[in-house]
């Protein structure tokens, strides 16, 4: 699956975290390559086969709360807090057959289903 112009995935480990990795990396047979960056850091390059091993390895990574290196993703937090409310007009949204004038609060249902609770049969 990857390709010769493609690289590796990698990740930079903690010591405490390595052995937890590579436990994982053997019990799922996820070929690695481990480089020693200094003394308490080391680089673990993963080859993927298929995209199921991909995706388990995403989810043991986030688990761990470690980041593959090169990935420039942003994060959930940071998209949460420059979320901007939307209103009705701009986003186009409809309700039954008519367009959401702006302020309007009611919501009107013309096909709805009627029932009087209130007599007895």
Do not use: H, Q, R, W
């Not at 975290?17 to 390559?33: A, F, V």
């Not at 308490?40 to 290196?69: H, Q, R, V, Y």
């Not at 993703?73 to 986003?91: F, G, M, P, R, W």
């Amino acid at each position: 699956m990857s390709f010769l112009n493609e690289a590796t995935p990698n990740v930079t480990v903690k010591k405490k975290n390595i052995s937890t990795l590579i436990e994982y990396c053997i019990e799922n047979k996820i070929d690695i390559t481990i480089k020693s960056k200094s003394n308490d850091d080391f680089d673990i390059e993963f080859i993927i086969t298929n995209t199921s091993k991909a995706i388990a390895l995403g989810m043991c990574l986030k688990e761990l709360k470690l980041e593959l290196n090169g990935l420039s993703i942003t994060s959930i937090a940071s998209i949460k807090a420059n979320k901007k409310v939307l209103s009705a007009k701009e986003t186009g949204l409809t309700i039954g057959n008519g367009i959401v004038a702006e302020g309007e609060t009611e919501m009107a249902f013309e096909d709805a289903l009627k029932f009087d609770l209130g007599s007895s049969n």
